[in-house]
T-cell receptor, first 115, second 116 residues
Framework: GENVEQHPSTLSVQEGDSAVIKCTYS??????FPWYKQELGKRPQLIID?????GEKKDQRIAVTLNKTAKHFSLHITETQPEDSAVYFC??????????????FGSGTRLQVQP | DTEVTQTPKHLVMGMTNKKSLKCEQH?????MYWYKQKAKKPPELMFV???????INESVPSRFSPECPNSSLLNLHLHALQPEDSALYLC???????????????FGEGSRLTVL
């Protein structure tokens, strides 16, 4: 099955700095890579995703890059703000034929943005 | 409506009890999921239903019994649980993925279960 590794486990940055979280995956058939943000006591919420036919995607201060050859993908947050503080999970899945979105999650990164 | 609603929000049960967790969505999604999340850990997939049929069971013990009575509802029946089953149980739904959609997962707020 798929195995997703995520680093670092904790990340502390100053407000306004950039933050980068990296993930690697094992299954070369994985073709969908979302990132979820989970605030304390809240549900995971999708913040950005990328499909395997795209190398980079950007949405305002958030960007994701994918290197299929190396099987790794990264989340980049620029101009961080205190409200970006949360746990971020990367994930991977392949369920294209049946439509099942069976995500395998990374272990999570606790991001703390210091004001 | 982009909500996935889970009830109850909190549940405390003894090891001999029988209880159920409920999940509802009205987004027309035909794939629904149960995930288990322990503290400071990622969500772990338990079950996937696609078009109301069980399509994935991640070797979950039989004391957890899922049910999908219709396209909007998903239940998780609990019986003879162990203290180590205490966790946050997250329901999610998505469109069945095609080439034209991303199949984004929408999570509910979860049901926090404590087994005494």
């Amino acid at each position: 099955g798929e195995n997703v590794e995520q680093h670092p486990s904790t990340l502390s940055v100053q407000e306004g700095d950039s933050a980068v979280i990296k993930c690697t995956y094992s299954d070369s058939a994985s073709n969908y890579f979302p990132w979820y943000k989970q605030e304390l006591g809240k549900r995971p919420q999708l913040i950005i995703d990328i499909r395997s036919n795209v190398g980079e995607k950007k949405d305002q201060r958030i960007a994701v890059t994918l290197n299929k050859t190396a099987k790794h993908f990264s989340l980049h947050i620029t101009e961080t703000q205190p409200e970006d503080s949360a746990v971020y999970f990367c994930a991977a899945s392949r369920g294209a034929d049946t439509g099942r979105r069976a995500l395998t999650f990374g272990s999570g990164t606790r991001l703390q943005v210091q004001p | 409506d982009t909500e996935v609603t889970q009830t109850p929000k909190h549940l405390v049960m003894g090891m001999t009890n029988k209880k159920s967790l409920k999940c509802e969505q009205h987004m027309g999604h035909r794939a629904m999921y149960w995930y288990k999340q322990k503290a400071k850990k990622p969500p772990e997939l338990m079950f996937v239903y696609s078009y109301e049929k069980l399509s994935i069971n991640e070797s979950v013990p039989s004391r957890f019994s899922p049910e999908c009575p219709n396209s909007s509802l998903l239940n998780l029946h609990l019986h003879a649980l162990q203290p180590e089953d205490s966790a946050l149980y997250l329901c999610a739904s998505s469109q069945v993925r095609t080439g034209k959609n991303t199949g984004e997962l929408f999570f509910g707020e979860g049901s926090r279960l404590t087994v005494l």
